[in-house]
């Protein structure tokens, strides 16, 4: 199952970390994908889905 594999391989933002254009967030449970078009330039962005932290992956 596709969902049970990106669990093993979960990615969050560290702290110190900027999220950049073209990174993605993937949600675990429903596999929704959020792509980031424009960054805010916090230090750190977790988006949540379906109650859980999305996963992070790196442009």
């Known amino acids: 199952m596709k ?4 669990k093993d391989k979960k ?3 560290k702290p110190d ?3 950049k254009k073209g ?3 993937t949600c675990d ?3 929704m994908v959020i792509a ?3 960054p805010c330039g916090c230090d750190a962005c977790n ?3 379906c109650g859980q932290d ?3 992956s790196p442009c």
Do not use: R
């Open 29 to 31: 449970s429903c596999g």
């Open 3 to 6: 969902n049970e594999k990106s």
């Open 17 to 19: 970390q900027k999220v």
């Open 47 to 49: 988006l949540v889905c």
């Open 23 to 25: 990174d993605k967030f």
């Open 36 to 38: 980031v078009d424009d």
């Open 11 to 13: 990615k969050s933002v």
């Open 54 to 56: 999305m996963s992070y």
